[in-house]
């Protein structure tokens, strides 16, 4: 036979055997990404698993005596959900068989306890050792790292992802907290699932989804975005760009729709474009690439460590706070587990104005929402550096949230909030809530007060405690109409010393509505 013929001959005997063997060639059943060995799964919920296999393939799903089978749809989805499981330090197997896959699919070393979504930026990635990222480091790391065997905490840590699609998986993988685990690990997520863990003797789990300079709008779904008049030209600015992009990937730079700049960063010349999804300033790509790959994974709530990334200049800064309502609503909306309780951090102090007053201002309107609580940063802020190192006590304050108002622990939850001001002649008396047991003057006499008269110039003023209420005062006005607390992008610099009985910092606040224009602001 002829050396081209017989070529030939073979590659059709080969094409013929490939057609003969297609219908049985199988595809294997997969679980979702959030799913893997030393997992932590939700107590006293119901929990969904779900993952991929061939269309109309039954798939059965064993753990902790529960056994549940589903068949994937036209797509090659599948979806199940366990009653409420109760809760298990020991760790057990979950096993996932299809009905056209040879083997099974074994996740070793599953418990079941309490599970908390950690998200935002940069402080909320910071590792445990700065051996990890040049920025990052407890203040105590050497100390922390090694009393670190806690084999009941797990950490999830998404790779970081962005996406203009939704996307249906994310790279990420459980591990068990130990001392060579746990330098990797979000220094917040741990320190929190540490504190709750001592106090509340059941399995934690942390999914960590977080990313540096990441803005809040890129944490939202298209669909919430789009329905919602204020905000949308955030996502038609990512359409605009993405559009432009694709089109003319080589320019020319100067006719493309301008990237959102965070408020504090000088805009520059783009001499050449770059991919408008791998700018985390974008409406949605953080949410289309790694939150929507875990939605529905059972969670007992979120908290939040984000606010120095705010794009769009004053608009942007003015609709901060009711970008956060909108974030919490959609993922509250997509979890369909009602409203889980969701904690923030608010910004301590920098000379930035990235961390400027109106922030934290448009950060405490969440406690707008039902089952909210927000962490106070004051007294740990680090004049020249975004990054403070003292994470312990931020730790410290979602925990006590999440003790007071999740678990049920009688302690105090929060800082001292302001509730209340009356005017009696030169003095300003201003009542504040969180304050049993009294108010503290930490270190000395009281600081960081100010009051204006009419003519709206603020002045430091002196002031006194008076149970759960603060007396101001100055001999340069006579009839003071407003006063405001911590009211500076570094409030530690004004040595605000305000605190309640259990420790916790008083929040920055104002009790006027007066225009306040933050100088500086890059508008845009």
Not at 167 to 191: E, H, I
Request: proline letters at 6%; aromatic letters at 8%; charged letters at 20%.
């Amino acid at each position: 036979m002829h050396k081209s013929v017989s070529i030939r001959y073979f590659a059709a005997i080969l094409f013929l055997c490939s057609i003969a063997l297609a219908p049985c060639a199988r595809a294997e059943v997969h679980l979702a990404s959030p799913f893997t060995s030393h997992m932590v799964l939700q107590r006293d919920m119901k929990v969904p698993v779900w993952g991929t296999a061939d269309a109309g393939e039954s798939v059965t799903v064993e753990f902790a005596g529960q056994k549940i089978s589903a068949q994937a749809d036209a797509g090659g989805n599948w979806r199940v959900k366990f009653k409420p499981l109760k809760v298990s330090a020991e760790g057990r197997t979950l096993t996932v068989t299809g009905s056209h896959t040879a083997h099974p699919i074994t996740l070793d070393d599953v418990l079941v306890g309490e599970v908390w979504l950690a998200s935002g930026q940069s402080n909320m990635v910071f590792p445990v050792s700065k051996a990890h990222a040049s920025y990052a480091g407890l203040i105590n790391e050497e100390q922390e790292i090694a009393a670190a065997n806690h084999p009941l905490i797990r950490m999830f840590t998404a790779e970081d992802t962005k996406a203009y699609e939704p996307q249906t998986s994310v790279r990420g993988s459980w591990q068990v907290c130990s001392p060579q685990t746990v330098p990797d690990f979000s220094a917040v997520g741990y320190l929190f699932a540490r504190d709750l863990q001592k106090e509340i003797k059941t399995p934690v789990g942390i999914i960590t989804e977080a990313s540096g300079a990441s803005a809040a709008e890129a944490w939202i779904s298209r669909d919430a975005l789009a329905a919602d008049p204020q905000l949308k030209f955030m996502l038609d600015s990512l359409d605009a760009s993405v559009k432009y992009y694709r089109a003319k990937p080589q320019g020319p730079a100067a006719e493309a729709p301008l990237h959102p700049t965070p408020i504090n960063k000088p805009r520059v010349p783009v001499r050449r474009l770059s991919d408008p999804v791998r700018d985390q300033h974008f409406a949605t790509v953080q949410f289309n690439g790694m939150i929507n790959p875990i939605i529905s994974y059972a969670i007992r709530g979120a908290i939040w460590y984000q606010g120095e990334s705010i794009c769009w200049g004053t608009r942007g800064l003015d609709l901060y706070g009711h970008v956060q309502q909108t974030l919490i609503k959609d993922w509250r909306t997509r979890w369909g587990e009602g409203g889980f309780p969701f904690y923030i951090v608010q910004l301590p102090g920098q000379q930035n104005i990235s961390n400027n007053p109106r922030v934290r201002e448009e950060q405490a309107s969440v406690l707008n929402l039902k089952n909210t609580g927000m962490a106070v940063g004051m007294g740990i802020g680090e004049a020249k550096n975004v990054h403070p190192h003292d994470k312990a006590p931020v730790a410290d304050r979602l925990a006590r949230l999440a003790l007071a108002n999740v678990y049920g622990r009688k302690i105090e939850s929060a800082s001292p909030m302001f509730v209340s001001v009356k005017t009696t002649g030169s003095a300003v008396h201003i009542k504040f809530s969180h304050a049993k047991g009294g108010l503290v003057a930490k270190d000395g006499a009281l600081k960081g007060f100010q009051i204006a008269g009419a003519d709206r110039k603020f002045v430091d003023a002196e002031a006194v405690i008076a149970g759960d209420t603060v007396v101001v005062s100055s001999a340069q006005v006579a009839s003071p109409v407003a006063v405001r607390y911590g009211w500076d992008d570094f409030p530690e610099g004004m040595g605000c010393n305000l605190y309640n009985a259990a420790g916790l910092p008083a929040a920055p606040f104002r009790s006027d509505k007066w225009d306040c224009p933050i100088p500086g602001i890059v508008e845009n």
